[in-house]
Nanobody
Framework: VQLQAFGGGLVQAGGSLRLSCVAS????????IGWFRQTPGKEREFVAA????????VYADSVKGRFTISRDNAKNTVFLQMNSLKPEDTALYYC????????????????????WGQGTEVTVSS
């Protein structure tokens, strides 16, 4: 599976961005797609995840009510709609694939993802 993330950019606090993660290759070998973010010197942090079936969707507490993860199975694409952005949302955002079924409560752990895209940068100015 190959992933390509795009849609990042520079936005003022309170603004919105929509990130996209496009999957290609062996797209049958995927159970869930997760969005994570990372800033220099820090570990990759969970943001949101969804199973391709739509049966499981989870969010980090820090983004609940502001971010929405969705998918277009026909286009092999997962979106992350980010509203009410804050300066602390500034990071490099990555999407990752979980190939096989997993308890949804574990989708927030980076170690359960096997493939990653190249990341797209989000900068929120105050």
């Amino acid at each position: 599976v190959q992933l390509q993330a795009f849609g990042g950019g520079l936005v003022q606090a309170g603004g919105s961005l929509r990130l996209s993660c496009v999957a290609s290759g062996d797209t049958f070998s995927r159970y869930a797609i997760g969005w994570f973010r990372q800033t220099p010197g820090k570990e990759r942090e969970f943001v949101a995840a969804t199973s391709w079936s739509g049966g499981a969707t989870v969010y980090a507490d820090s983004v609940k009510g502001r971010f929405t993860i969705s998918r277009d199975n026909a286009k092999n694409t997962v979106f992350l709609q980010m509203n009410s952005l804050k300066p602390e949302d500034t990071a490099l955002y990555y999407c990752g694939v979980r190939p096989t079924p997993l308890n949804p409560s574990l989708l927030g752990s980076v170690r359960f993802y096997d493939f990653w895209g190249q990341g797209t940068e989000v900068t929120v100015s105050s």
